[in-house]
C-alpha cells in the first residue's frame, strides 16, 4: 500500500474596477459589517463550492455605520438608521461562514472611485458632505477602461 499525499487549492481573483486609484488603500479602517443588513446577489454571494462553504461579501460596496449597533451596513440615502451617511467602501472580499451575523472588512474612507462601477450602484448626488464621513472623490468613465 503506498500513501499518495493529495493537495488542493483554489484562487480567488479580487474585481476592483470600482477603484479609480490606490489612494487611500494603505489607510484603510477595520470594520465589522452586519450580514443580515446585506443582500444576496448584491452585496455578498453565497458559496456554491461544496468544498468551501463561505460566502464573500464584494468589495467596492458603499456602506454607512448603523448608529444603534455601531456595525456597518449598505449605504442608503433614503434610510434613518445611520446608514444614510457614507462611511466608504469595503476594499477587499471578505468572507463569511454560514449563518455568521458578522464579519470583518476593510473600509475605504477616502480615496477616488468610480461612481458607475460600485457594485450595488451609488448616485453621488445624493451623498451629503460631510468632515465627519467619507472623502470620496467619484469619477464617471463609462463602460470598460
Same mark, same amino acid.
Given at each position: 500500500?503506498?500513501?499518495?499525499?493529495?493537495? !488542493?487549492?483554489?484562487? $480567488?481573483?479580487?474585481?476592483? +474596477? !470600482?477603484?479609480?486609484?490606490?489612494? *487611500?488603500?494603505? /489607510?484603510? #479602517?477595520? =470594520?465589522?459589517? +452586519?450580514?443580515?443588513? @446585506?443582500?444576496?446577489?448584491?452585496? $455578498?454571494?453565497?458559496?456554491? +463550492?461544496?468544498?468551501?462553504?463561505?460566502?464573500?461579501?464584494?468589495? *467596492?460596496?458603499?456602506? &454607512?455605520?448603523?448608529? #444603534?449597533?455601531? @456595525? $456597518? *451596513?449598505? $449605504?442608503?440615502?433614503?434610510?434613518?438608521? &445611520?446608514?444614510?451617511?457614507?462611511?466608504?467602501?469595503? @476594499?477587499? #472580499?471578505?468572507?463569511?461562514? %454560514?449563518?455568521?451575523?458578522?464579519?470583518?472588512?476593510?473600509?475605504? !474612507?477616502?480615496?477616488?472611485?468610480?461612481?458607475?462601477?460600485?457594485?450595488?450602484? =451609488?448616485?453621488?448626488?445624493?451623498?451629503? %458632505?460631510?468632515?465627519?464621513?467619507?472623502?470620496?472623490?467619484? /469619477?464617471?468613465?463609462? *463602460?470598460?477602461?
Amino acid at each position: 500500500m503506498s500513501i499518495q499525499p493529495i493537495s !488542493w487549492s483554489a484562487t $480567488y481573483t479580487a474585481n476592483r +474596477d !470600482w477603484l479609480a486609484s490606490l489612494h *487611500g488603500t494603505d /489607510q484603510t #479602517e477595520t =470594520i465589522t459589517l +452586519d450580514v443580515t443588513k @446585506l443582500t444576496e446577489g448584491t452585496h $455578498y454571494f453565497a458559496s456554491t +463550492d461544496t468544498s468551501q462553504p463561505y460566502s464573500y461579501v464584494v468589495s *467596492g460596496i458603499a456602506v &454607512g455605520r448603523i448608529t #444603534e449597533s455601531r @456595525l $456597518y *451596513g449598505p $449605504y442608503d440615502p433614503e434610510a434613518t438608521d &445611520g446608514r444614510q451617511e457614507l462611511a466608504g467602501h469595503v @476594499l477587499a #472580499e471578505t468572507f463569511f461562514a %454560514p449563518g455568521a451575523k458578522r464579519c470583518p472588512a476593510a473600509l475605504l !474612507w477616502h480615496g477616488s472611485v468610480w461612481a458607475d462601477h460600485v457594485p450595488g450602484g =451609488i448616485d453621488p448626488a445624493k451623498i451629503l %458632505p460631510s468632515s465627519t464621513t467619507a472623502q470620496i472623490r467619484y /469619477q464617471v468613465k463609462g *463602460g470598460d477602461r
